[in-house]
């Protein structure tokens, strides 16, 4: 029998277990420790709470989690109650699936100053981690500014925007629903350094903008190269090219009191204010010859008294583990980390891709596992048995599979009928759930 941990209970850590229920058959035990008593990573935690859709992809993973070689063991932080190395001696091989939480620095003066956030942060707080359940941006400005041109600074803004019924539905958590249902952000600027034909933005995120209730998004027409240009695209990028096209096309409606901005060829430059951030320095920029933004010299001010950074993310060092300080991740090749120690998702890869991409990244780095460790070889260490010992020592108390089931099932009966599914967003009202 071989026993494998991995660490993370997200994408990459469920298809990682799936990929390895698959090759080791009934001849391996599988433990996904996480951080937390409740799995699932970025599903629970940053996919935005009005894309219910894309969230219902935790059901494959439920089904991975129930198969009898596969253990959930939750609220163990890796690094903190146990470390990789102890991980190496309980286990046959240990797969760090710990994402890229971390926020990237703008690196710019003022982003420290109240009122500037990570996307992490700030996603975390409408979406119930328990980390920013206490992060209460201001909203009470009429100006709000996201930095960058992927999905993410789409999902931020599209949240500043929707209105409460809105997010009927969604899982957005109550204290979220409630401040965004006062705020008085009327404008919100998105701040790209480049122009429409380099955004990373995909065409159903931006097509769902044409059909905001109470908001109308703004594209500037003379920020477009020549439509010919636009053959030249990888057709995703051109469905999306042609979205922003045809908002530029359209005037904003009358009817709806919000506009959300695309500022393109935007250089955030420094964050301004009185002790808090009022306004974004930004200068103008152009296109050199490699397609990389450069500065014309030109500034203007862009006011905002909420700034949502969302210019990437990176994974926290582990002591003891090889890592990449470029790249944000652990240095790895093709998922290899060192003997017996394999990155997965995020960790391996840096924060890419979509949820999907993580599948053949978890399943290439389980082959290489099965084909470095055949099924029907003998491993000697203990696993699970030795891991609850360890833990039990140190007066850390997992959760399991049933804890887990008990606290979402207290979720869902917590919803009122009509409104948002209720979330606990602390430690100890998980726990409490479970009479700790
Ligand atoms: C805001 C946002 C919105 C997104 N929206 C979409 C979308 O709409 N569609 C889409 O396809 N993709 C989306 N993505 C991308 C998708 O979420 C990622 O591709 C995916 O979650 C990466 O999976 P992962 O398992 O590597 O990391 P994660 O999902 O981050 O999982 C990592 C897990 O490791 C755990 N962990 C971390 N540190 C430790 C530790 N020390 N000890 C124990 N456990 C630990 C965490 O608690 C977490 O459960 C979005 C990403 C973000 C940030």
Redesign the pocket.
């Known amino acids: 029998m071989r026993h494998f941990a991995i660490?993370?209970?997200?994408?990459?850590?469920?298809y990682t277990a799936e990929a390895l229920e698959k090759a080791y058959g009934g001849q391996a035990r599988i433990d996904i420790?996480?951080?937390?008593p409740v799995?699932?990573?970025?599903?629970r935690?940053?996919?935005?709470p009005d894309?219910q859709s894309?969230k219902a992809v935790s059901k494959r993973y439920d089904k991975v989690a129930e198969s009898a070689g596969v253990n959930f063991i939750g609220n163990?932080?890796?690094?903190?109650d146990v470390s990789v190395g102890e991980l190496l001696d309980l286990y046959d091989a240990v797969i760090l699936?710990?994402?890229?939480?971390h926020d990237r620095k703008l690196g710019i003066p003022g982003e420290d100053l109240p009122g500037v956030v990570g996307?992490?942060a700030f996603?975390g707080w409408y979406n119930g981690h328990p980390d920013f359940a206490d992060l209460d941006p201001p909203l009470g400005g009429t100006h709000a500014a996201v930095i960058g041109n992927g999905?993410?600074a789409l999902?931020c803004a599209r949240i500043l925007s929707k209105t409460q019924h809105e997010f009927e539905g969604s899982d957005i958590v109550g204290h979220a629903l409630e401040a965004l249902d006062r705020s008085a952000i009327r404008t919100i600027t998105i701040l790209g350094r480049r122009g429409p034909h380099q955004i990373a933005m995909t065409p159903k995120?931006l097509g769902e903008l044409g059909h905001l209730e109470a908001t109308s998004p703004v594209v500037d027409a003379s920020d477009f190269p020549p439509l010919e240009g636009d053959g030249s695209l990888e057709p995703g990028q051109r469905k999306s090219v042609t979205i922003l096209r045809e908002f530029a096309a359209t005037p904003p409606d009358p009817a709806r009191p919000k506009r959300m901005v695309f500022d393109f060829f935007a250089k955030p430059l420094a964050i301004e204010g009185a002790g808090k951030a009022e306004k974004i320095i930004v200068e103008r920029t152009e296109l050199d010859e490699k397609g990389a933004a450069r500065g014309t010299g030109e500034t203007y001010e862009v006011p905002a008294s909420l700034i949502v950074s969302c210019i990437g993310?990176s994974t926290?060092p582990?002591e003891g583990v090889a890592y990449d300080e470029r790249g944000g991740k652990f240095l790895n090749e093709g998922g290899r980390i060192a003997d017996r120690l394999y990155a997965?998702?995020?960790?391996r890869r840096g924060?890419t891709?979509?949820?999907?991409?993580?599948r053949p990244d978890g399943y290439e780095v389980a082959d290489r596992i099965a084909s470095e460790m055949p099924s029907g070889s003998a491993g000697n260490r203990p696993g699970a048995e030795g891991l609850k010992q360890l833990l039990e020592s140190r007066g850390v108390m997992p959760t399991d599979y049933d804890d887990w089931r008990k606290i979402e099932e207290t979720e869902v009966g917590r919803a009122r009928p009509g409104s948002p599914r209720e979330k606990f967003v602390r430690h100890e009202d998980w726990l409490g759930t479970l009479g700790r």
Do not use: C, K, M, Q
């Not at 163990?76 to 903190?80: A, I, M, N, T, Y």
């Not at 699936?97 to 939480?101: S, W």
């Not at 997965?344 to 960790?347: K, N, P, R, S």
């Open positions: 660490v993370g209970s997200g994408p990459a850590g469920f420790l996480d951080r937390y799995p699932y990573g970025l599903i935690f940053g996919v935005a894309h894309l163990v932080s890796v690094g903190r699936a710990i994402g890229a939480p996307s992490a996603v999905n993410v999902d995120e993310y926290p582990i997965v998702g995020w960790a924060p891709g979509t949820i999907g991409t993580n």
